[in-house]
């Protein structure tokens, strides 16, 4: 199994960058599809991007495509999310998520999340 420990968050001006960062324990997560979530003040939680354990597929969701880039470093068992470009509607708890099987809704294992607030 794995676990993981989201960074990063914090308070960003609309238009600025945050990069968030996904600490994964055990050597699985190579062997791991990771991906990001986030949920908004009383919205549903939903994928924002995901990417194979190799790091060779992406996934970005359209509200954060060409803005947000998911990214990963195995031999680090990181993961990161760069956020540019940042929106008020970007304003959300983060989570990290990884599975062996591949990304979806019901992903094995979950960070705790760390929330990102937009202000302009």
């Known amino acids: 199994q794995v676990q993981l420990v989201e960074s990063g968050g914090g308070l960003a001006q609309a238009g600025a960058s945050l990069r968030l960062s996904c600490a994964a324990s055990?050597?699985?997560?190579?062997?791991?599809?990771m991906a990001w979530f986030r949920q908004a003040p009383g919205k549903e939680r939903v994928i924002v991007a995901a990417?194979?354990?190799?790091?060779?597929?992406?996934y970005y969701a359209d509200s954060v495509k060409g803005r947000f880039t998911i990214s990963r470093d195995n031999a680090k068992l990181m993961g990161y999310l760069q956020m540019t470009s940042l929106r008020n509607e970007d304003t959300a708890v983060y989570y990290c998520?990884?599975?062996?099987?591949?990304?979806?809704?019901?992903?094995?294992?979950w960070g705790k999340g760390t929330l990102v607030t937009v202000s302009s």
């Open positions: 055990g050597r699985t997560f190579s062997n791991y599809a």
């Open positions: 998520a990884a599975d062996p099987h591949g990304w979806g809704p019901a992903m094995d294992y």
């Open positions: 990417t194979t354990s190799s790091g060779d597929r992406t």
